[in-house]
């Protein structure tokens, strides 16, 4: 990257000076001159015979745009060559050329050096670090094999890009407590609307994913191509999903209940052992990363911590994880050849609507308050009183339940 950025770099400086030799050649060719001469008209070599030496202008346009681009970089180089002005038009670009190249092409020049100090103390230290990583090999008398698979992957991971994490921001940590676990809430909502139970606990309570955010439950982390996430019969203690990159996982009949070796590719927007969420979960297979791979990061203990911390976030926890267990259940009761064991990229598909009616009319009271308290303020619903009056006591029968949908808007859905 920073070799690009000197090669940038450079190629701005050849265009700043080819369009300087532009304007230079420009004006010996098109505006009048004061002396009647121009640069063009001055000889390539002083020749002291009697013969009249070539000019510029007899030589061929290749050769006239070299000298002009020559004339060029001399202005911002301490190099010289033998065209100098000869007319007043010639002699104000030649001082604003010098006054600019004070200003900026030496600023350009600089910015190139630094870079290029820069890129060979990268590379210094570079080659330091592998020395220090062959010698290492050697003292302990490592394989010929692995010592090539290690000096690859070291050479492989060098080279590749990560994702920038928070904690990679330096001014980040200079920020308030309550500043900085408000970014991290925006930065984690999108994600989490699209879990069924943290987008219904988000309604309900408004504080519910700041207080997450505020306890560290959720955070982001970065995996690099052949790093384990978890392997099989270790005790899940978090769950994840996948923002960009990819996750391979694979399950064997030496560790899983499945007939053969089983590999799945969880690309993003794939959750990740969701049952240790509502169960005690010991993972059944052995996730991998195959790309360079950002997970949103979910400790299951603190969590359940949070959700302990408000009463509607608890009872809706609880009926929840019920419903989850219930469909835990009834996979271990199918019977048949295409019982499917429950695995770890096993996560719920099912809509806030369809979890909504399986849970308790308390919490679906709840939901149609939050929905008729923004019907409440609205011009429209002013006049409809006995509409609104109406529609509580239809969710009181069981008859029908409010929600908010994906906009924001209240929806009614008859059971």
């Excluded at 004061?34 to 202008?57: E, N, Q």
């Excluded at 923004?374 to 619903?381: E, F, G, I, Q, V």
């Excluded at 906009?407 to 059971?415: A, D, H, M, N, T």
Aim: aromatic content about 8%; glycine content about 4%.
């Amino acid at each position: 990257r920073m070799a690009l950025q000197i090669i940038q770099l450079m190629v701005l400086i050849l265009y700043a000076n080819h369009v300087l030799a532009c304007v230079w050649f420009f004006i010996a060719t098109n505006l009048s001159s004061d002396t009647g001469l121009c640069w063009l008209d001055k000889p390539i070599v002083d020749l002291d015979s009697d013969k009249g030496a070539m000019t510029y202008r007899d030589s061929s346009f290749v050769f006239q745009y070299l000298t002009a681009l020559h004339w060029s970089m001399t202005q911002m180089t301490p190099g010289s060559m033998q065209v100098f002005p000869v007319n007043t038009a010639e002699r104000i670009v030649n001082c604003a050329c010098l006054l600019a190249g004070v200003l900026c092409f030496g600023s350009l020049i600089s910015t190139l050096s630094s870079k290029m100090l820069h890129y060979r103390m990268v590379k210094a230290e570079e080659i330091k670090n592998f020395n220090q990583l062959r010698r290492f090999l050697g003292e302990k008398h490592i394989s010929p094999d692995l010592t090539l698979s290690v000096q690859r992957q070291v050479r492989e991971r060098t080279k590749i890009s990560k994702p920038l994490m928070a904690n990679d921001v330096l001014f980040l940590s200079i920020l308030s407590v309550r500043l900085r676990t408000a970014l991290q809430s925006e930065i984690c909502e999108p994600h989490l609307n699209h879990h069924p139970f943290f987008n219904l606990a988000m309604q309900l309570q408004s504080d519910f994913l700041y207080l997450l955010c505020s306890r560290m439950a959720v955070d982001f982390s970065v995996l690099e191509p052949g790093d384990l996430l978890f392997e099989p019969g270790l005790v899940a203690v978090k769950t994840y999903l996948v923002v960009q990159g990819a996750i391979k996982y694979t399950q064997t009949p030496s560790t899983s209940l499945v007939d053969g070796p089983i590999d799945l590719t969880l690309s993003p927007g794939a959750w990740i052992c969701e049952w240790a969420l509502w169960c005690k979960w010991i993972h059944t297979g052995t996730a991998e990363a195959s790309a360079v791979c950002e997970l949103l990061t979910i400790d299951v203990v603190k969590v359940l911590e949070c959700c302990r911390q408000r009463p509607v976030t608890t009872r809706v926890a609880r009926e929840y994880a019920h419903l989850r267990r219930n469909e835990l259940e009834a996979t271990d009761m199918t019977e048949g050849d295409s019982k499917e064991y429950p695995n770890d990229a096993q996560y719920p598909k099912s809509s806030i609507a369809s979890i909504l009616e399986g849970m308790s009319l308390e919490v679906r009271c709840t939901m149609a308050y939050l929905c008729f308290c923004r019907l409440r303020d609205t011009w429209s619903w002013i006049l409809k009183r006995p509409l609104l009056e109406e529609l509580v006591a239809e969710v009181k029968r069981g008859q029908s339940i409010m929600l908010f949908g994906e906009g924001g808007e209240v929806q009614r859905l008859v059971s």
